[in-house]
């Protein structure tokens, strides 16, 4: 399995580009439209956007670069605030863990039963709170967002 290497995430007309390759991908970079986070950029805005960006380098892609679009997700999974979400995830899962049956914690991925079933139900919701939370980091310390940032268009992505 590969990770996806992000090198920018830039906002153009409601759309949402990367510039993005495979860590076991000979190619170059590819600036590239990616529906899916434009789909949530239109529909939530930056703070879903954020989310889902976060989501993507928690669970599969990894920044490089020094793109100017990234700094913000980089410097706020790298806060000590990031880590204190982390942290409570963690606590919250693992509580919820430790009341599941032996039988429970046998099949939580395969022939689930009922309690494992609620279980990822629960680990679901809780990652969508870390994901949210993190997301919250990328703003300024006033709470306003910050600008996505946009493109001209020009290959000025590098």
């Avoid at 434009?38 to 930056?46: F, H, I, Q």
């Avoid at 919250?136 to 910050?146: A, M, N, P, V, Y």
């Amino acid at each position: 399995m590969g990770t996806e290497l992000i090198r920018s995430v830039t906002v153009q007309k409601n759309n949402v580009y990367l510039t993005s390759k495979s860590n076991n991908d000979d190619q170059p970079y590819r600036f590239w439209h990616c529906e899916s986070l434009s789909e949530v950029y239109r529909k939530e805005g930056l703070p879903g956007l954020d989310r889902e960006v976060i989501r993507m380098l928690c669970e599969y892609a990894q920044l490089v670069g020094n793109h100017k679009s990234i700094a913000r997700y980089r410097s706020a999974l790298r806060s000590k605030k990031a880590t204190q979400i982390h942290q409570q995830f963690i606590a919250k899962l693992n509580a919820a863990y430790s009341l599941l049956s032996d039988e429970d914690k046998a099949h939580l991925y395969f022939a689930q039963t009922a309690a494992a079933k609620r279980f990822r139900q629960t680990e679901r919701m809780l990652l969508d709170q870390k994901y949210t939370a993190m997301a919250q980091l990328c703003r300024k310390d006033t709470g306003e967002s910050i600008q996505a940032p946009i493109s001209t268009g020009r290959g000025d992505l590098a």
